[in-house]
């Protein structure tokens, strides 16, 4: 089936740890984002890539970094200086202005 | 003033009633429009894309003003599986940012 993953569906981790989500789509899309989502709020964008090999900051990247190697890989690392990291992250693609495809999300608990 | 800007209810509305929501967005090189929607602790779906024309599918139908710059979502004979957040979709031409706004939750009650 086409669509867009998202690895583990919850993450537990110890407040100063690095963290990486997975998130991987073959509907050979080129556009991909992250989004966080926090209880009751909306969607905000981390950060998007347009291409392989290069990605842009969204509105709230501080304290996170990803890498666009390959086409269907855009992960994300929530890093220690992310100052407040637990939330549901999102994943999506698109190809060209076209809807917008998700993953099911992460929901990320740092204890 | 925020990218994309709704109401975030709640809109409390009885089953078979019509609800609307409205939705600015600031930025005129703004291409392409959707409605999303989301169930609680799901990942947003989309509903349906918005033209300019208007567009109709079923019990709901999106209008798009560019020239007042907002997009709109009625729901006619509203069903309890309605209940959920709305979410409204800008989709910059520029730089293929993809912006949303923050939600309008509607419950139908029975």
């Known amino acids: 089936d086409g669509g867009i993953t998202q690895s583990p569906k919850y993450l537990f981790r110890k407040e100063g740890q690095n963290v990486t989500l997975s998130c991987e789509q073959n509907?050979?899309?080129?556009?991909m984002y992250w989004y966080r989502q926090d209880p009751g709020q909306g969607l905000r964008l981390i950060y998007y890539?347009?291409?392989?090999?290069?990605?842009q900051k969204g509105d709230i990247a501080e304290g996170y970094s990803v890498s666009r190697e390959k086409k269907e890989s855009f992960p994300l690392t929530v890093t220690s200086a992310q100052k407040n990291p637990t939330a549901f992250y999102l994943c999506?693609?698109?190809?060209?202005?076209?809807?917008?495809?998700f993953g099911p999300g992460t929901r990320l608990t740092v204890l | 003033r925020k990218e994309v800007e709704q109401d975030p209810g709640p809109f409390n509305v009885p089953e078979g009633a019509t609800v609307a929501f409205n939705c600015t967005y600031s930025?005129?090189?703004?291409?392409?429009f959707f409605w999303y929607r989301q169930d609680c602790r799901k990942e947003p779906k989309l509903l349906m894309s918005?033209?300019?024309s208007g567009n109709e599918d079923g019990r709901f139908t999106a209008q798009l003003n560019r020239a007042s710059q907002y997009i709109s979502l009625l729901i006619r004979d509203s069903k309890l599986s309605d209940s959920a957040t709305y979410l409204c979709v800008v989709h910059m031409n520029r730089d293929d940012k993809i912006i949303f706004g923050k939600g309008t939750r509607l419950h139908i009650l029975p």
């Open positions: 890539s347009q291409i392989v090999n290069d990605f």
């Open positions: 509907l050979n899309h080129d556009a």
């Open positions: 930025n005129s090189a703004s291409q392409s």
């Open positions: 918005v033209y300019s």
């Open positions: 999506a693609s698109s190809m060209g202005r076209d809807r917008a495809f």
